[in-house]
């Protein structure tokens, strides 16, 4: 995936807000968090960089599903535990959420080493013989998904705009 992380993120934080309205997170900081997530396990390309590129950069552990699975699984404890329903676990839960929905897009446009480090590191896996589109296809659909959940408003405006001077003419 290229540039399809950081919609993703804001499609997941934007749809999932309410489930965690008694949480009393704020929506600024919920969407930040998801959407930072979405991109944090590419962080890893600076690590490649500083290392000369010996290795892809998903070989590292912020590409390992596992690694994302076990935050969930922490965060989903946190905020079932937390009683006074404190924003940070809301918060930790939807980055850690993004970061495995990462795995799940790299697979599809790559490949992930779902099982690392218990895996063969040299067997990744990849969805993408299995897609008969081109993957851009995916990304394209993504970003003007998010697009519309941002500007739904106004993108519903300018429809019906577009629908009632289209009456003028007729
Ligand atoms: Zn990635």
Known sequence: MHYAHLPTGYITSKILFKKFEKTSVAYNAFISWGMFGSIAPDLDFVYSF?????????????????????????????????????????????????????????????????????ADMNKPVTWAHYIPWDTGFLELFIFLWALYLWKENQILEIFSRLGSSLDLIE
Request: hydrophobic share 50%.
């Open 50 to 118: 500083i290392d000369q590129n010996h290795y892809h950069h998903h070989d590292y552990f912020t590409h390992f599903p596992l690694f994302w699975l076990s935050l969930i699984l922490i965060s989903s404890l946190w905020l079932r535990l937390d009683r006074h329903h404190r924003p940070n676990a809301a918060l930790a839960f939807i980055f850690s959420l993004n970061g495995f929905i990462h795995m799940l897009l790299d697979t599809i446009a790559g490949y992930v080493i779902w099982f690392a480090p218990f």
